[in-house]
């Protein structure tokens, strides 16, 4: 079982990592702005609230960590998100991503540029020298999705930039026709590692998140996240649970609303619109009878802990694995989803994905069922409310 050591304030802290530390004596690095980074790594955590009980059950049940470890490990996660947003931005072209690694989910810095990385271990770092930057992965990914977009990726239903490998995987059912895929994409093949494809992925379609709500008295998804539009109350769920102008009801069949936008594939998201007599709490239920209140929406880091709400398979929990991932089901490309080892169901569609109190995503689609294991795939929720004007309910 996976256990983390409880976590001092001052060991949250000093959160970044580097696989080799300077010599004694070296000279002072000049390849980043190390007052920065010093501002960076020093700056006053933030207060993070007591996480609710049942949110610790779920911790201990799924990742092994005691009520004390994972409030530890909270803390420890919302400063290497600070750190890690402050590292992006100051080492500029020479980013190649982040992640959390090892007991306890040190923060770990990608970066192409030897002396920014000496730069990050003076000031009790950890880095990882590479040879691509993010910027250069991320454009060989888009070009596989422009590819996609011209033609159907056939056997080649996931691909994703990997920031420890730092490469683009691509995960395939037919190696022949992937390599096919791969020519016809213009990528630079040296950028792409193919792996085999465990399982096709799936909209986890019949459907899902944190309270039930059915379409057309068809269907049935979960809420994402409350949210309001010029003072009108509403929620944000998947786009492959329903189109603009479907009815939304809930289990009693009373009407919630109706959808006012909705994208898939291409994207996985939408935003139902509800009468005057609904409320749009910030609140995620954790089907223990109680609920989380949602204080934001900062984005965890690659290996950073997330749960899941549905209204299938209620509250589970498991880790971040990669970042704007294409996701090809199907009825299509999904572009920009987060990778999870979190299981989900059919009817977990549209759930709450949410680290500690912040808002991360809903539940896009997956491979596998929370009996056996598998992953889920979200799409972000600040995207979504950016599209559509929305505010996210919080508290």
Known sequence: MLRFRTLTVAAALAGVVLTAAPAVGAPAPTGADEPSIAAA??????????????????????????????????????????????????????????????????????????????????????????????????????????ASDASSPEATPLWYVDVKANTVVVQSADEARTETFLRQSGVDRALVRVERAAAAPRPLADLRGGDAYYIDNAARCSIGFPVTQGGQPGFVSAGHCGQPGSNATDASGYSIGTFQGSTFPGNDYSWVAAGSDWTAQPQVNDYAGGAVTVAGSAEQSIGGSVCRSGSTTGWHCGTVQDLDATVNYAEGSVYGLTRTTVCAEPGDSGGSFISGNQAQGVTSGGSGDCSSGGETYFQPVNPILGVYGLTLATG
């Open 41 to 146: 790594l020093s700056a006053p955590a933030g207060r993070t609230p007591a996480a609710p009980p049942a949110l610790l059950r779920a911790y201990e049940r799924d990742l092994g960590l005691s009520p004390q470890a994972a409030d530890a490990r909270l803390a420890h996660e919302a400063r290497a998100t600070q750190v890690r947003d402050a590292l992006a931005r100051t080492l500029h072209g020479s980013w190649a991503g982040a992640w959390l690694e090892g007991q306890d989910a040190t923060l770990v810095v990608a970066t192409t540029d030897a002396s920014a990385a000496r730069a990050v271990t003076a000031h009790g770092g950890r880095a990882s020298v590479v040879r691509h930057t993010l910027a250069v992965l991320d454009g060989a990914k888009q070009a596989l999705d422009r």
